[in-house]
């Protein structure tokens, strides 16, 4: 559900409906992605990152560590890049030391139609420009070896025909923030915890016109069942997203490791020749006096993280309830040096 911790959302535990979503069923054939864009500056980190071989470790969540370093439920984290920056970067710090190589904007909810929900929505370019300028000082304070990820999250809106909210006004919300995290100097884009096709498709299809060049990584939440709410199967996914040019593509937040674990296993079936993305939350969430509470401890993290490997993930993070001590504790597992 991101990298910072809400409160869990619902989930239907029975098989989706079928047709919740366009038809982009489960498929037998194989996924051929679509040809990246050329090479130029715009990919050329992302582009060495790759050609270093091995597993890439991402980051963890920024919530759970907001929410601890006092962080207010309903609170929008986004503000603490202006409000409290020494915090957000040292949150960054922690798990840059961890050994994290792509670390994530503070930037989950910073579209304007959740900034509206706060009355932040005239903010967007400065949360999102401060955010990436943030992360990149603490970066290059660590040696420089780290991307920095714009972190795109969801609109909170459904779109339609089930929900209000039309495929133009999404693509045009998408390309704003995208546009002002580029400007801040990030290295690519994440989006991240999407249940429906059609809005990580906008999501996508925003951050091209903001940059036809920008490496995107694209993941979505597969909580029910082995589904997203909205109905997709990770086949589905990843046909989808490969078709869209997302240049890695996976699952995140969710029920725990062993739910995504599966994920992984069907999208490398159809998809061998795709960059996938683990990036699960610490186990199951439990609600707890409004906060949201995750019990799986850095070791059984760092075995998981083995198990996503041997699955075929190739960039490995956490997602809600994991701190710099879980990425650590990856890193010793996957063999992922820090610095």
């Keep these: 559900m991101e990298r910072a911790t809400r409160t869990p959302r ?9 047709g919740a979503e366009p038809s982009t069923s489960e498929t037998a054939t194989i996924v051929e992605p679509r040809p990246r864009p050329a090479d130029g500056p715009e990919n050329r980190r992302w582009r060495e990152l790759l050609a270093e071989g091995g597993t890439i470790l991402a980051d963890g969540a920024m919530g759970t560590m907001l929410f601890a370093a006092g962080l207010q439920f309903g609170d929008p984290p986004e ?5 409290h920056p020494d915090v957000v970067r040292r949150i960054h710090r922690g798990y840059l030391d961890a050994g994290s190589r792509i670390v994530m904007t503070n930037t989950f909810g ?4 959740r900034l509206r929900l706060h009355g932040l929505d005239s903010r967007v370019s400065e949360l999102n420009r401060t955010a990436a300028i943030l992360l990149r000082a603490e970066v ?34 998408f ?10 100097g990030v290295d690519l884009i994440w989006i991240e915890t999407m249940s429906h096709l059609s809005e990580i498709e906008a999501a996508i299809v925003g951050t091209r016109r903001a940059s036809p060049g920008i490496p995107i990584v694209a993941t979505m939440t597969f909580d029910t069942r082995g589904y997203t709410m ?19 593509i996976g699952g995140n937040c969710g029920n725990g490791p062993d739910e995504l674990l599966p994920v992984v296993e069907k999208m490398r079936a159809v998809a061998p020749d795709v960059v996938l993305v683990a990036k699960s939350n610490a186990g199951m969430p439990e609600l707890v006096d409004l906060r949201a509470v995750y ?31 879980h990425l650590a504790a990856m890193a010793e597992a996957l063999g992922v040096k820090a610095g």
């Design 110 to 113: 910073g579209n304007r139609l």
């Design 295 to 325: 019990r799986a401890e850095p070791p059984v993290m760092a075995e998981a993280a083995l198990s996503f490997r041997a699955a075929g993930a190739r960039i490995i993070g956490a997602c809600c309830g994991s701190t710099p001590a």
């Design 79 to 83: 503000a603490w890049n202006v409000a």
């Design 140 to 173: 290059d304070a660590a040696g420089g070896r780290a991307l920095v990820a714009g972190d795109i999250g969801p609109t909170g809106e459904i779109m339609a025909p089930l929900g209000t909210l039309d495929r133009a006004e999404a693509e045009d919300v």
């Design 175 to 184: 390309e704003e923030q995208a546009a002002a995290l580029i400007a801040g």
């Design 230 to 248: 909205m109905g997709v199967s990770p086949e589905a996914a990843v046909a989808a997203l490969a078709a869209a040019g997302a240049d890695a």
């Design 10 to 18: 619902p989930t239907r535990r029975g098989r989706p409906t079928p």
